[in-house]
């Protein structure tokens, strides 16, 4: 039987997901993107169209957790999955994160036990590059704007935590992890001595652009992403990928003026093996001006202008 596998996300149209698992796909299968409305929303439709897996990226990671029937130990550890799959009825979820940070660092040269790390962020990604490196044996410090988030973090798995918009003593880290928004950027970022920096984000973002402007090396969020693709592809594909291989198809990416797009609501399951469209929008109830921002929205978020 013919498989389906997707990418749900907001916005998601940018996410390369698709072209990162393509060359594991057998034939008749089909993966694609979902922008659901919620989280519910998203495990509705993963039970409706009978998805065998998919990946979950921002602002999903967390709200899913209560919704999926089981967890991994790493995903309940971590409080956050980025990966689900559905056998029996059930959906099960799991978080990969972790080994995409920890591999990307590694496979830069970093030896991690005893490196000095800050993480930028609070949210999904944020929490699992810090659980990550922690049970690596770094020293690692949190900063999120919301410090309540940051200590939070710091508390559960014994990092330090930074003001946000204090202006702190200067610092200095062997790395900075960034899981941040792609604009945002701690103010007093210019107070932090670094020597490399790793982005969740492979495409333009404020901290990529300030570790360049002063000459710090900055890693891809494609690393990120392939190693932490490596460990999803185990799980909810059952296969087990090489590095090289994943990297394939990263390059290729959707024809902006040949963009099939459809439009799903809730009684319908559309046949996406025979549209097969490169973003399918959860749309129950919206109405065409909505649906029309959303378009928008996604197309210049993954393209520009």
């Known amino acids: 039987m013919n498989k389906l596998y997707t990418v749900f996300g907001s916005p998601v149209l940018h996410s390369k997901s698709p072209q990162l698992f393509h060359h594991l796909l057998e034939a008749g299968d089909f993966y694609t993107r979902i922008r659901p409305g919620s989280a519910p929303d998203l495990i509705r439709m993963f039970r409706l169209w009978n998805i065998r897996g998919a990946s979950v990226t921002s602002p999903f990671k967390e709200s899913i957790f209560p919704l999926i029937d089981e967890a991994s130990d790493t995903a309940r550890h971590i409080g956050a999955v980025n990966c689900i799959r559905y056998e029996g009825g059930s959906i099960a979820g799991h978080n990969t994160d972790h080994h995409g940070v920890n591999a990307a660092l590694e496979e830069a040269g970093v030896d991690l036990n005893g490196a000095r790390i800050l993480v930028l962020g609070a949210g999904g990604a944020a929490r699992a590059a810090v659980y990550g490196l ?20 710091g508390l559960q798995y014994g990092a330090d935590v930074i003001g946000w918009d204090d202006p702190a003593p200067r610092a200095a880290f062997d790395v900075v992890v960034s899981a941040l928004l ?18 969740a984000i492979y495409k333009p973002s404020a901290m990529k652009a300030h570790a360049l402007t002063r000459g710090i090396p900055a890693i891809s969020g494609e690393r990120w992403l392939i190693h932490q693709g490596i460990e999803a592809a185990r799980f909810y594909m059952d296969k087990n990928p090489q590095p090289r291989t994943m990297a394939l ?33 959860s749309a129950p109830g919206m109405n065409k001006a909505r649906i029309k921002r959303i378009i928008h929205e996604e197309k210049v978020l993954a393209f520009g202008g």
Not at 183 to 189: G, Q
């Open 134 to 153: 922690v049970r690596a044996g770094a020293g690692v410090s949190v900063c999120n704007r919301t410090r309540a988030k940051a200590e939070r973090i």
């Open 182 to 199: 792609p604009e945002a950027k701690p103010p007093f970022a210019d107070r932090w001595e670094y020597g490399l920096l790793l982005d």
């Open 249 to 281: 198809e990263l390059d290729k990416i959707p024809n902006r003026e040949n963009l099939r797009i459809l439009v799903a609501d809730r009684e319908k399951p559309a046949d996406v093996h025979r549209l097969r469209p490169d973003l399918v929008i």
